[in-house]
């Protein structure tokens, strides 16, 4: 039961991580860019790098 708690946490992780950093990226990038879309884009492209990384690791057998 460990085990699976373990793996449902860091699944967890994975999915607020990405679109945390890579929104966080593009908003310092719409900061210095003075630009409006590069947060959007970065919290999409974060979510679909995380589920990547999370069907990488636990989706295949």
Known sequence: MARQTDMANK??????????????????GDRLLDTWFLLPVGAVLGMGLSLYTIWLRYGRS
Do not use: D, H, K
Not at 11 to 28: M, Q, T
């Open 11 to 28: 699944v967890i992780g994975y999915l607020l991580g990405g679109p945390l950093a890579f929104g966080g990226l593009g908003l310092l």
